[in-house]
C-alpha cells in the first residue's frame, strides 16, 4: 500500500480548479436569482389560485421534487433542444434546471411559511380593511420570511451540491475540471481529494453560518427550524 | 417544429429498463439498509460525551454531509481504487459513497430523536436500576423511533434520487440504461421522459406516505 501522495501536481492546476468553482458559483447563484421569485410564485399559486391553476401547479412542483436532478438535466440537454428546435448550451441547460429544480423546492418551503402564520393576523387584517393581496403583502409574507430563513438558506445549500450534476453534461464546474486534471496527471487520488476538500470548505462555511444564524434566530423565538 | 412523439422504442427495449429499475431498486435498498444500521451507532458516537467517540463521528458527519454526493461517488470510484486494499467495480464505488453518505444523514436524524425524548424519560429508567444500554434500548430508542419515522423515508426517498448518479460511473441502473438505450435508438426525447416517470412513478408514492405520516405525527402533539 506504499502509495506516494503528490499534491504539488494537483497544486499546479489549482487556478483550473478555482475557476471551476467560480463556475459552480455562478450556476447557483443564477440558479437562485431565478428559483426563489418563481418560488414565490409557484407557492402563492398553490395556496389561492383557482382549482384550474392550482392542481396543475401542485402536479408540476411534487413532480420536480419527486425525479432525481440529473433525469431533470438530461431531459433538458438532450430532450428539449430537439422538441423546440433550438440549440442549448450545458449552461443554460443547467441554470434552466435548476432555477426549475429549486423552485419547486423553494415554493414548499414558501408554503410551509405562509400557512405556519396565525390565521389571527388575517383576520386582525382584514379588521383593518386590507384586502387578500395587502394582507399577504404587508402582513404576512414580512412574518413568514423571517421564518423561512433557515429553510431557505438549507435549500440554497442543497443546490449548491446538486449543481455539481453539470459535470455530466461538460460545463466546467470544480468536479469536471478535476475530471480533466485527473486525466492529464495521472493523479485522480490527489486531484479528487483536493476536489471534495475545495467542496467541503465552502459548503461547510455556509452551513456553520447558517447554524449560527439558526441559532439567533431561535433565540429571537422567530424560526420554524426543528 | 411539430414533433411526433413515438414511445415505441421505448416498450422495446423494456426488459433493459425493467433491469434498471431492479439495479436501482437493490443500489437503493442495500444503502438504506446499511445506513440505517451504521447511522444509529455512529449517532450514538456524536451523542456520547467521550472526545474518542464524539469527534471522529462529528468528523465523519460534516464531510460526507457538506460535499456534494456525486464527488463521493466519484471519489470511491476513481480515487479510492489506488489506495483500497480491494478490487471496486462500479457498484461498490456507488454503494459506498451512498451508503456512508446515507449513514452520515441517518446519524443525525437518531441524535435529534434521541434528543427529542424527555429526560425524565432517562432518569425514571435510571431508577428502575436500568444501565445506560438497556436504558436506550428498552425505554429511549422504542419512542425516539416512533418520531423518527417521517424522517428516515424522507431520506429514503432522497436516497432513490441519489441512486441516479450511478449513471455517471456506469453502473447499470435506470438512468444509465436510459442513456444507453437513448444512444443507440436516437429517441432521447421519449426515452429521459419515460424514465422521469418510472422515477416519478416510484418515489412519489412514497413521498405522498411521508407527507401523510407527518402531518398525523403533527396532529398528535
Not at chain 2, 439495479?23 to 456524536?46: D, I, Y
Request: aromatic share 12%; net charge positive; proline share 4%.
Amino acid at each position: 500500500m506504499g502509495y506516494d501522495w503528490d499534491f504539488g501536481i494537483v497544486f499546479r492546476d489549482f487556478d483550473l480548479l478555482m475557476l471551476g468553482l467560480v463556475n459552480t458559483l455562478k450556476v447557483t447563484g443564477l440558479a437562485l436569482l431565478f428559483g426563489v421569485p418563481l418560488g414565490l410564485l409557484l407557492a402563492l399559486l398553490r395556496l389561492y389560485g383557482v382549482w384550474i391553476v392550482r392542481v396543475p401547479v401542485g402536479i408540476v412542483i411534487e413532480f420536480l421534487r419527486s425525479t432525481p436532478p440529473i433525469a431533470q438535466l438530461f431531459w433538458f440537454f438532450f430532450a428539449l433542444p430537439i422538441l423546440i428546435g433550438v440549440e442549448i448550451d450545458p449552461f443554460r441547460a443547467s441554470v434552466l434546471t435548476f432555477s426549475l429544480q429549486s423552485s419547486a423546492f423553494f415554493a414548499e418551503v414558501f408554503r410551509g411559511g405562509i400557512i405556519s402564520i396565525d390565521r389571527g393576523q388575517w383576520e386582525a387584517a382584514k379588521a383593518i380593511g386590507m384586502d387578500r393581496n395587502r394582507t399577504l403583502r404587508r402582513i404576512i409574507l414580512p412574518q413568514a420570511v423571517k421564518r423561512m430563513i433557515p429553510a431557505f438558506l438549507e435549500r440554497a445549500i442543497e443546490l449548491m451540491k446538486t449543481t455539481t450534476l453539470v459535470s455530466t453534461i461538460s460545463y466546467a464546474d470544480v468536479l469536471y475540471q478535476a475530471n480533466s486534471i485527473a486525466q492529464s496527471t495521472y493523479r485522480s487520488l490527489e486531484v479528487f481529494t483536493v476536489a471534495a476538500g475545495i467542496y467541503f470548505v465552502v459548503i461547510f462555511g455556509c452551513s456553520l453560518g447558517v447554524r449560527q444564524l439558526e441559532r439567533h434566530l431561535a433565540r429571537s423565538g422567530e424560526t420554524t427550524a426543528h | 417544429m411539430e414533433y411526433t412523439w413515438d414511445f415505441s422504442a421505448v416498450l422495446a427495449n423494456r426488459q433493459l429498463l425493467l433491469l434498471g429499475v431492479r439495479n436501482t431498486v437493490v443500489l437503493g435498498l442495500v444503502c438504506l439498509v446499511t445506513g440505517l444500521f451504521f447511522g444509529l451507532f455512529v449517532g450514538a458516537a456524536r451523542y456520547s460525551r467521550n472526545p474518542v467517540f464524539h469527534w471522529p463521528a462529528t468528523a465523519f458527519v460534516e464531510v460526507f454531509r457538506n460535499t456534494p454526493v456525486l464527488v463521493q461517488i466519484v471519489w470511491f470510484f476513481f480515487a479510492f481504487p489506488i489506495i483500497s486494499p480491494f478490487e471496486i467495480n462500479a457498484f461498490t464505488a456507488a454503494a459506498l459513497g451512498l451508503s456512508l453518505n446515507t449513514t452520515a444523514f441517518c446519524s443525525e436524524i437518531y441524535r435529534a430523536g434521541i434528543q427529542s425524548i424527555d429526560r425524565g424519560q432517562w432518569e425514571a429508567a435510571k431508577a428502575l436500576g436500568m444501565d445506560y444500554s438497556r436504558q436506550m434500548r428498552r425505554i429511549i430508542l422504542p419512542q425516539a423511533i416512533r418520531r423518527m419515522i417521517p424522517a428516515f423515508m424522507n431520506r429514503a426517498v432522497e436516497l432513490m434520487k441519489m441512486t441516479s448518479l450511478a449513471s455517471v460511473i456506469a453502473y447499470g441502473e435506470l438512468m444509465h440504461q436510459a442513456k444507453t438505450i437513448s444512444t443507440i435508438e436516437f429517441n432521447p426525447i421519449e426515452m429521459y421522459t419515460a424514465v422521469a416517470l418510472i422515477f416519478f412513478a416510484l418515489i412519489y408514492p412514497v413521498a405522498v406516505l411521508v407527507q401523510r405520516l407527518e402531518s398525523r405525527f403533527r396532529a398528535r402533539t
